[in-house]
């Protein structure tokens, strides 16, 4: 059976909206597909924003890659939205170190009201090029970057 949400899909839709070291802000509009059976936004969309979100706080601290997963959470609080509103998130990378770096993200609905919050820690021991921890990874020489208009 066919996922119904394909991940390209999901991540065109979501926007940067802003970016500074360490922090970076994103929205996504809520369309049918983010939803579930009681048309709010779905906890597995929120999920999935976590994660995203706290790769793109590590990856705003100038890494390249920006290592697995090793622990995520979510606490949700009110609804998100519903279809054809707009949730808000924050990400901060809170800590980094030789192994790992620790993330948060903070959701807020079209009102404004803060709807959920997660945290999402990350192995990055491997993302480092050096083994003092002191050079950012980069690609290697001649590597394929996928272009923003890839299918």
């Known amino acids: 059976m066919a996922p ?20 970076v802000d994103f929205e996504l509009d809520i369309t049918k597909d983010h939803t579930n059976r009681l048309k709010i936004i779905h906890g597995g969309t929120i999920a999935s924003m976590v994660d995203l979100g706290g790769s ?4 705003s601290k100038g890494l390249y890659a920006t290592g697995v997963s090793t622990d995520l959470n979510v606490t949700y609080l009110s609804s998100g939205g519903k279809v054809g509103d707009k949730i808000s998130g924050t990400a901060v990378c809170d800590k980094m170190g030789k192994t790992l770096a620790y993330t948060t993200v903070t959701f807020r609905n079209q009102k404004g009201e803060l709807c959920a919050r997660g945290s999402h820690t990350k192995y990055v021991a491997n993302a480092w090029k050096s083994q003092n921890g002191t050079e950012l990874f980069t690609p290697p020489e001649g590597a394929a970057i996928a272009e923003d208009d890839v299918e």
């Not at 839709?13 to 970016?19: C, E, I």
């Not at 793109?56 to 990856?59: C, F």
């Open 56 to 59: 793109l706080a590590v990856a």
């Open 4 to 23: 119904k949400l394909p991940p390209a899909r999901f991540v065109r839709s979501l926007r940067v909206t802003g970016a500074t070291e360490g922090k």
